[in-house]
């Protein structure tokens, strides 16, 4: 008898202590998991960021000049700006690398982007291509710059211009699911004459506005079926 009670309380003691070990293994997978998806957040923040350095100051930093007013384009015959745009691509070579416009009556182009495409050719840019900015990880986030339209404001002030919507995409050390930030930035522009000459001060420039997506294979898919009917059928919602 009391070899039965022996052996049933060492039962007993080894299954509360396989419950307690997968509670402890549970626990290290949720703590790796949330620690993978803050350092993929961090990386995603810093590709933003270095988006903004591209935009002010990078290489390339003269594709993203505010259009001037047309006022001053009707007096100095400036040519438009923003010609490194394309509606409806993500461009894929050379300074233009990363460069998007959405086209009307089709999706926002960012959610055409293949982030995991890391190729030379990739419509996105690797951190630090045109800024020359370092970031130890095991892979470099990336971004891609999309030219959004002028915001018109109050008689007597300067439209909102000068507006990118940046996109990135940061990995932690295993390279699993992304973390997706984006943000709305204004590149500043000089103080432009209005039609009496008069200066008008141009609002200020920085990030306006910040998102964390968190739905992107959702997203991607549902435009996907957009972009491409169903054979045979008229999409409608274009």
């Known amino acids: 008898m009391a070899l039965v009670v022996t052996l049933l309380a060492l039962a007993g003691m080894m299954m509360l ?5 997968r509670v402890v293994q549970l626990s290290t997978r949720i703590a790796h998991a949330e620690r993978e998806r803050t350092q993929a957040f961090y990386a995603a923040e810093a590709a933003l960021a270095d988006a ?6 990078g290489s390339r930093a003269a594709l993203f000049a505010p259009a001037p007013t047309q006022a001053a384009v009707a007096r100095a015959g400036a040519a438009r700006t923003r010609q490194a745009f394309v509606p409806g691509i993500c461009q894929r070579e050379g300074m233009r690398q990363g460069l998007c416009q959405s086209a009307p009556g089709q999706p926002p182009i960012w959610l055409t982007v293949n982030f995991d495409d890391a190729s030379a050719s990739a419509p996105s840019v690797a951190h630090g291509t045109f800024t020359g900015a370092r970031l130890a990880v095991a892979r470099l986030p990336r971004y ?9 404001r109050a008689p007597g002030e300067a439209s909102l211009d000068g507006l990118y919507r940046i996109t990135a995409a940061g990995y932690g050390p295993t390279l699993r699911q992304p ?8 590149r500043a522009g000089p103080a432009a004459p209005d039609e009496t000459g008069s200066a ?13 997506i968190t739905t992107w294979d959702e997203m991607r898919a549902d435009a996907a079926r ?11 919602r274009n």
């Open 17 to 21: 202590g396989m419950s307690a070990l």
């Open 52 to 57: 903004q350095r591209d935009i002010a100051h």
């Open 144 to 152: 891609v710059i999309e030219a959004l339209p002028a915001v018109a």
């Open 179 to 186: 973390v997706i930030l984006q943000s709305v930035y204004r």
């Open 200 to 212: 008008i001060q141009r609002p200020p420039a920085g990030r306006l506005s910040w998102r964390e």
């Open 226 to 236: 957009v972009r491409t009917p169903v054979e045979g059928t008229a999409d409608q």
